[in-house]
């Protein structure tokens, strides 16, 4: 069974930088967008940013300019750089892969991340 699994999240005092990763396991052929959601406790998990198969980005305007997104299609995996970082960037930051198939043609409309904590102190 196909998983997404983040790391690179933890603390940091504002202004510094954090770097997330996701990478899919199992064998798959394409995922057509990867990208980063992240929630709050008690508000909508929210756009981070996101990136296409064909390299294709969107941002949240609160990151851009200090948040890049890039993947690797060979290797499944989306990462996030997160520059500049602010203490409202706190937050619980989830992985997102849509429209997944698989060598076997199977499909996947969408798979999430398990979450990984990104906590940045003022």
């Known amino acids: 069974q196909v998983q997404l699994v983040e790391s690179g999240g933890g603390l940091v005092q504002a202004g510094g930088s954090l770097r997330l990763s996701c990478a899919a396991s199992?064998?798959?052929?394409?995922?057509?967008?990867m990208g980063w959601y992240r929630q709050v406790p008690g508000l909508q998990r929210e756009l981070v940013a996101f990136?296409?198969?064909?390299?294709?980005?969107n941002y949240a305007d609160s990151v851009k300019g200090r948040f890049t997104v890039s993947r690797d299609n060979t290797k499944n995996t989306v990462n996030l750089q997160m520059n500049r970082l602010k203490p409202e960037d706190t937050a619980v930051y989830y992985c997102r892969a849509d429209d997944l198939i698989y060598p076997s043609g199977d499909y996947t409309y969408r798979l999430w991340g398990q979450g990984t904590q990104v906590t940045v102190s003022s």
């Open positions: 199992g064998t798959i052929r394409s995922i057509a967008v």
């Open positions: 990136v296409t198969s064909g390299r294709t980005t």
